[in-house]
T-cell receptor, first 111, second 109 residues
Framework: NAGVTQTPKFRVLKTGQSMTLLCAQD?????MYWYRQDPGMGLRLIHY???????AKGEVPDGYNVSRLKKQNFLLGLESAAPSQTSVYFC??????????FGPGTRLTVL | RKEVEQDPGPFNVPEGATVAFNCTYS??????FFWYRQDCRKEPKLLMS???SGNEDGRFTAQLNRASQYISLLIRDSKLSDSATYLC??????????FGPGTRLSVLP
């Protein structure tokens, strides 16, 4: 089992460009999450999903959109990237609000 | 005030030492507590859950003090491989996790 995987691992964008980050999990988990991690800030929840076809806002949702069309995939979109979105993005999944399993992260730089 | 606070460190300790970290949380409705470990440039992984009566896993001991709203992690006989950032996590019933900023530990030879 691969667990939680994320694509891509690294990306550099220019201000105003768009991109989609893909998260996939093979553990049949209902719940999936997108976090960003910045120095000194800890992990902050962007959006989450408690099941296929459902999404909800987290602590810092502005500038991001998400979709959960399939149970195993959770996509995070940036429509118009800004330098403030430079961060490390982690996807996670869980059975209910229990232990979360994280992907390896995506390092995004916006110039 | 942040919901979960931790001393960022770094804590620099020699091999074999005992080291303890504290974490404070502001919401008295918090029900579940965890310690996660994050290695440099890696993803967080669950180290242990924290139970009301305290719990131990090998060299690691976690304690919860609800009255003072803090949890602690004690590491005995530190190993070089314990060098990492330790994240304190709390959750209210039916709510998402809230992560602390982490405490960095360096175990020195």
């Amino acid at each position: 089992n691969a667990g939680v995987t994320q694509t891509p691992k690294f990306r550099v964008l220019k201000t105003g460009q768009s991109m989609t980050l893909l998260c996939a999990q093979d553990m049949n988990h209902e719940y999936m999450y997108w976090y960003r991690q910045d120095p000194g800030m800890g992990l902050r929840l962007i959006h989450y999903s408690v099941g296929e076809g459902t999404t909800a806002k987290g602590e810092v949702p502005d500038g991001y959109n998400v979709s959960r069309l399939k149970k195993q995939n959770f996509l995070l979109g940036l429509e118009s990237a800004a330098p403030s979105q430079t961060s490390v993005y982690f996807c996670a999944s869980s059975v209910g609000f229990n232990e979360q399993f994280f992907g390896p992260g995506t390092r995004l730089t916006v110039l | 005030r942040k919901e979960v606070e931790q001393d960022p460190g770094p804590f620099n300790v020699p091999e074999g030492a005992t080291v303890a970290f504290n974490c404070t949380y502001s919401n008295s409705a918090s029900q579940s507590f965890f310690w996660y470990r994050q290695d440099c440039r890696k993803e967080p992984k669950l180290l242990m859950s924290v139970y009301s009566s305290g719990n131990e896993d090998g060299r690691f001991t976690a304690q919860l003090n609800r009255a003072s709203q803090y949890i602690s992690l004690l590491i005995r006989d530190s190993k070089l491989s314990d060098s990492a950032t330790y994240l304190c996590v709390v959750r209210r019933y039916g709510q998402n996790f809230v992560f602390g900023p982490g405490t960095r530990l360096s175990v020195l030879p």
